[in-house]
């Protein structure tokens, strides 16, 4: 099993930046996959980005170019920078991981998932 811990979210004016970081403790594997995901309200939750060990990643079209995915491997760590946030970036936003994957996608879908932060930008 493996644990997920986020920090970073709040509230921020359109145009600003926040960091999110995630840090997973338990039986995470050198080979993984961490990521993040997000939900508003009545919407589907779905991928922001997310990064292999060695350096697959994946970005939603909605987000490229304004946020990045970083980790640290070898403190378990996934961070998420996010640039010129916009209002419909609004979300509770939650970390994920998965073991034994090399390579990640826009479809996929873990199997460990952290509580969840919130990111409220306001116009």
């Known amino acids: 099993q493996v644990q997920l811990v986020e920090s970073g979210g709040g509230l921020v004016q359109a145009g600003g930046s926040l960091t999110l970081s995630c840090a997973a403790s338990g039986s995470i594997f050198s080979i993984s996959a961490m990521g993040w995901f997000r939900q508003a309200p009545g919407e589907l939750r779905e991928l922001v980005a997310a990064r292999t060990s060695g350096d697959s990643t994946v970005y939603a079209e909605s987000v490229k170019g304004r946020f990045t995915i970083s980790r640290d491997n070898a403190k378990n760590t996934v961070y998420l920078q996010m640039n010129n946030l916009k209002p419909e970036d609004t979300a509770r936003y939650y970390c994920?991981?998965?073991?034994?994957?090399?390579?990640?996608?826009?479809?996929?879908?873990?199997?460990?998932w952290g509580q969840g932060t919130q990111v409220t930008v306001s116009s």
């Open positions: 994920a991981a998965e073991n034994w994957v090399d390579r990640v996608d826009s479809g996929w879908w873990p199997d460990n």
